[in-house]
Every structure is written in structure tokens, then in C-alpha cells.
């Protein structure tokens, strides 16, 4: 979810990371949520097209046990992303009306992605959790975000890839 409605990247948009993220390094995709965003969740799951997206329930501890385990995490900045940051999983960060540089990750090698609006009516780094305009800011295409994972894995050694071969290899939170 992201807490606030205005942080929430599209459901699609994750499936087809997920489905991106399986048909080019074999990566299954674990969707994480918290409480009253199971539908966010299922709606990952449905919007990805190959099979391997799975929407889990966890805990705390389980979700900071899948963190420390998976390849790569892929979510705006909530609580999960700090979490798996903390766990020194691989980020790629999803940010519209906040921004990185103010609220982490702050591990050089991780990679965010966000869009610079110059519209008056809508600014970067508003910290609205409703959004007066239509949430433009969160408009970020797959492919920024794709290109932002190819950037990332490859700071990752390939004997950590091979490692996780048969752990959650993405980690997305909703």
C-alpha cells in the first residue's frame, strides 16, 4: 500500500514488473501487504500473466526473515522497503510524493525512481497524503522502473543471484 493512498504505484504496473522480473532472470515475485490492502495485493497477483507472482501474509519477523532472503525489493517508500533496507536487501524504490534523498534508502547501490514534475499544480516532494490533482506523481512507466532493476542487479554478485536461486528472489510490498 504505501500508507498513504498518494504513494500507491499501480497494481498493473507491478504485475508486469513481476512478469518482467521471471521472463529475464528467473525471478519469482512475492507481494507482500499490509493490513486492509489485500485487495492491492490480489490485484499484483491477477495483473501478472505467467504464474509466478504470489501474494503472501506475514508477519513482522516473516517479513524481515523473506527480506533477508530475497534478491531484490521492489515497493515505495513504506514501512517494508525501510524494513528490507535495514536488512540489506537490494532496493529499487518507487517514490511520488516523497523523495529518497530525504527518507532512504541510503545504500549507494540502491535505486529509486521517481518523476520531476514541473507543473505548478502538482510538485515533487509535497508530502500529500490526498492529492489535489489526479496523483500524477505516481504516473511512473514500467520501463523507469525496469531500467532501475537492471541498474541494481548488477551490483549484486553473481554468487548472491545463484545463492537465492530457490529463495524469494523479488520481494514487492503493497
Not at 101 to 121: A, I, Y
Request: aromatic letters at 8%; glycine letters at 8%; hydrophobic letters at 35%.
Amino acid at each position: 500500500g504505501g500508507g498513504w493512498p498518494t504513494k500507491i504505484w499501480s497494481p498493473k504496473y507491478f504485475g508486469q514488473i513481476s512478469d518482467w522480473l521471471w521472463e529475464n532472470y528467473q525471478l519469482a515475485s512475492l507481494v507482500t501487504f499490509g493490513p486492509g490492502e489485500e485487495h492491492l495485493a490480489e490485484s499484483v497477483v491477477n495483473a501478472a500473466r505467467l504464474g509466478h507472482t504470489y501474494q503472501v501474509t506475514t508477519n513482522l519477523k516473516q517479513f524481515v526473515s523473506l527480506a533477508k532472503r530475497a534478491t531484490i525489493f521492489i515497493g515505495g517508500d513504506t514501512g517494508p522497503l525501510h524494513l528490507a533496507a535495514a536488512c540489506h536487501t537490494p532496493i529499487v524504490g518507487i517514490y511520488g510524493p516523497t523523495v529518497a534523498t530525504r527518507n532512504g534508502p541510503f545504500d549507494p547501490k540502491d535505486v529509486t525512481v521517481g518523476l520531476e514534475l514541473t507543473d505548478l499544480s502538482c510538485r515533487v516532494n509535497c508530502y500529500r497524503r490526498k492529492c489535489p490533482t489526479n496523483n500524477e506523481c505516481m504516473d511512473i512507466p514500467v520501463q523507469m522502473v525496469v531500467r532501475a532493476i537492471e541498474e541494481r542487479l548488477p551490483k549484486i554478485k553473481l554468487w548472491q543471484l545463484k545463492k537465492h536461486n530457490n529463495s524469494p528472489a523479488a520481494l514487492a510490498s503493497h
